[in-house]
């Protein structure tokens, strides 16, 4: 590839590169400042996860240039993880059964036989 | 119109070879493809550790000061490394070697500032007494739940662990790029576009981290300090 295209195939500014900065650090404010708010986990995990993702999606579309990249590559790249990080999840709902498996210590555990 | 012909005049025979499908060469894709099988690792820890919280009771021991405060701070640390990355690269495009170099030293320096800052965090915890397999000995009489369940002890594995993977990373981002801005006259712009997605994946990785590690583990009600 020729320099001439390589200087053509680096799209964006710096300015567009610090709003994106700029975005990234509000984000994490948000981050910071619903930590001190009430609310039940799930909704926090829910929200904190939603803002992570936004985050991501910035860094990799702007920071990591795949914005301007050609689709071929998005396609390659980006489903194939989601759908890899999705079927991690599979094994998600069995923290919730062992939750319930846990040892209540109502009474003191019987002391190990010696063998 | 027969195969033949349609064959002459399917567009951009990209598949056939000679050139480059994705646009991008082959040092890049690497990295990307990289990058992918790097981000399976962290979901999997991640998703792991969420897996660990969900089934057991979990300390939350984090106060304002030192954790949140630190962990913010190294967050806004890696951000701005991210931006005077994405600069160097710029530079790099206009083919301002000395702009590039200079970038490049500042991303080093944010990247060892969270360092630094990270060590520090850790060596207040493992002073506080936690370990990879066991919690405070005031954690525990603290976030044991009023029916008699005590927290986990993993919390030190998943945290160190994590953490841990992801301060390899930065540090091992911190080498290359020094390595790279040494070697910056014989370089190509593509191969400063390639160290730079390596540390954006860095940054990437710890707007994971910070939420799932540090804000969900927030001592709200000030709980350890009582």
């Keep these: ?115 | 119109m027969s195969t033949e012909a349609r064959a002459v005049h399917f567009p951009a025979a990209d598949w056939g070879g000679g050139v480059h499908p994705y646009r991008v060469g082959h040092r890049k894709l690497g990295m990307w493809l990289f990058i992918v099988s790097d981000s399976l690792t962290f979901s999997a820890l991640l998703i792991g550790y969420n897996y660990l919280r969900a089934s057991n009771v979990w300390a939350t021991p984090f106060p304002f000061y030192p954790s949140i405060v630190f962990s913010s701070v190294m967050t806004f640390c890696l951000l701005s490394s991210s931006l005077t990355m994405v600069f160097g690269v710029s530079a790099s495009s206009r083919g301002d070697l000395k702009a590039v170099r200079k970038w490049i030293l500042a991303t080093i320096f944010f990247g060892v500032a969270f360092l630094v800052l990270h060590l520090i965090e850790w060596n207040h915890l493992i002073s506080e007494g936690l370990t990879p397999f066991s919690l405070p000995a005031h954690w525990v009489s603290t976030f044991t739940t009023t029916d008699g369940q005590l927290p986990s002890p993993l919390f030190g594995a998943t945290f160190f662990t994590i953490t841990g993977l992801h301060m390899f990373h930065v540090a091992t981002g911190a080498v290359y790029l020094a390595v790279v801005a040494a070697r910056v006259k014989k370089l190509k712009h593509e191969d400063i576009e390639i160290s730079g997605l390596y540390w954006h994946f860095v940054d990437l990785v710890w707007m994971f981290v910070f939420p799932l590690i540090y804000i969900m583990s927030v001592d709200v009600g000030g709980h350890l300090a009582k």
């Design chain 1, 1 to 115: 590839m020729s320099a001439h295209a390589e200087e053509e195939h680096f799209a964006g500014s710096n300015k567009l590169f610090t709003s994106i900065w700029i975005w990234l650090v509000l984000l994490t404010l948000i981050e910071i400042f619903l930590a001190y708010k009430p609310m039940s986990i799930p909704i926090m995990l829910t929200i904190l996860l939603g803002l992570s993702i936004i985050k991501a999606a910035l860094i990799v579309a702007y920071f990591m240039h795949l914005k301007f990249e050609r689709l071929s590559l998005i396609l390659t790249i980006v489903p194939m993880l989601v759908v890899c990080i999705c079927l991690l999840f599979v094994f998600f709902p069995d923290s919730f059964r062992a939750a319930g498996l846990r040892y209540q210590f109502k009474e003191q555990p019987p002391a190990a036989e010696e063998h």
